[in-house]
């Protein structure tokens, strides 16, 4: 009995010390730029200036539906599934774009990287595309995600700015932070774009 009480300590302790590992080496991670332009309790406004993805298309309709293929191939991409081999390093967010009529994932590529300078990728799947300049409306939840969740977290942003008087348009999108072996201090943000003049 005493051994299975200490082979639980160690378990622990290897799980703690796992968290903490991954939790600094996320802290390392070149996050995607933006600038906030507004702050309020529950959500804020944000500037994304243009951005080079990594692309997949996809015809799920749900979040587990699309995390997992979707990764794989992005994933694939940047691992070294491309032309020349190249490691490209991960980034955060993950995008995605979930809805009925066609869906996509997006890993945000290193700001050393450009459309021009990208490896092709092996995988026809994976394309190579740049975003335009954008405002966002951004509301923040923790733990893992689900459909549900971000079901629930599109709504509460959409009522908060049709309280505000901020037209959205398009579709909400959802944005990832942290990989699923994390267990603690997760984040998870669901955006939409919004007309905003400063």
């Given at each position: 009995?005493?051994?299975f009480f200490?082979?639980?300590a ?9 968290q903490?590992?991954?939790i600094m ?11 906030v332009?507004l ?5 804020e406004?944000?500037?994304y200036p243009?951005?080079?993805l990594?692309t997949i298309?996809?015809n799920a309709?749900t979040?587990k539906?699309?995390?997992g293929?979707?990764f794989?191939?992005?994933a ?10 190249t490691?490209?390093?991960m980034?955060s967010p993950v995008?995605m ?8 994932m997006?890993?945000?590529m ?5 459309a021009e300078?990208l490896p092709?990728?092996n995988n026809?799947?994976v ?7 954008e405002y966002?409306?951004?509301i ?11 079901t629930?977290?599109a709504?509460?942003?959409?009522n908060i700015l049709?309280?505000?008087g901020?037209?959205?348009y ?6 990832g932070?942290?990989?699923p072996?994390q267990?603690?201090n997760?984040?998870?943000?669901i ?5 905003w003049?400063?």
């Amino acid at each position: 009995m005493k051994t299975f009480f200490v082979l639980i300590a160690i378990g622990i302790v290897l799980m703690v010390l796992f968290q903490s590992f991954t939790i600094m080496s996320l802290n390392k991670t070149e996050e995607q730029k933006y600038s906030v332009v507004l702050k309020e309790k529950d959500f804020e406004i944000r500037f994304y200036p243009s951005a080079t993805l990594a692309t997949i298309n996809s015809n799920a309709k749900t979040y587990k539906d699309l995390s997992g293929p979707g990764f794989r191939k992005l994933a694939g991409y940047i691992f070294g599934g491309n032309e020349t081999n190249t490691n490209i390093a991960m980034t955060s967010p993950v995008h995605m774009n979930i809805n009925d009529s066609a869906s996509t994932m997006s890993f945000v590529m290193p700001s050393a990287y450009t459309a021009e300078n990208l490896p092709k990728p092996n995988n026809s799947e994976v394309t190579i595309q740049k975003t335009q300049d954008e405002y966002v409306a951004v509301i923040r939840f923790g733990g893992f995600a689900s459909d549900k969740e971000l079901t629930f977290y599109a709504e509460k942003l959409h009522n908060i700015l049709a309280e505000k008087g901020i037209t959205s348009y398009g579709n909400t999108r959802f944005l990832g932070y942290n990989p699923p072996f994390q267990l603690v201090n997760r984040k998870n943000e669901i955006i939409v774009s919004v007309n905003w003049n400063e």
